[in-house]
């Protein structure tokens, strides 16, 4: 893991403990390959399929995926849920637990 995303999950986590006694829930997303138009306009195709192949669930994630996490962990769907990150990265954290996916 980078230490920029060791320190998000450390100022996630206690943002989390001193913010719930107010009733603000803090959460984290941490996504994997998305096939963004940055990420398709700086990458071949021969690329995105290597790493597609890559990930376990055997494709780059979509930006509204994403978004759906987010839409989640913001909803009352999650009312109980506080402090975690949740990796959206088809697997890719399973299958190389040393690294989020990116």
Same mark, same amino acid.
């Given at each position: /893991?980078?230490?920029?995303? *060791?320190?998000?999950?450390? &100022?996630?986590? =206690?943002?989390?403990?001193? &913010? ?7 959460? #984290?997303? #941490?996504?994997? #390959? ?5 990420? &398709?306009? *700086? =990458? !071949?195709?021969?690329?995105?399929? *290597?790493? #597609? ?6 494709? /780059? ?5 994403? *978004?759906?996490?987010? =839409?989640? &962990?913001? !909803?009352?769907?999650? !009312?109980?849920? =506080? ?18 996916? !990116?």
């Amino acid at each position: /893991m980078r230490d920029g995303k *060791a320190g998000l999950i450390s &100022l996630v986590k =206690t943002f989390a403990v001193e &913010l719930a006694p107010k009733g603000v829930r803090v959460n #984290a997303v #941490a996504p994997g #390959a998305i096939r963004t138009p940055r990420v &398709l306009a *700086a =990458t !071949s195709e021969e690329r995105r399929e *290597a790493s #597609a192949r890559s990930i376990p669930l055997g494709r /780059m994630g979509e930006p509204e995926e994403i *978004a759906k996490v987010v =839409t989640f &962990l913001a !909803s009352d769907l999650a !009312s109980y849920v =506080t402090g975690p990150t949740l990796v959206a990265d088809g697997g890719a954290s399973v299958k190389f637990p040393l690294s989020l996916g !990116s």
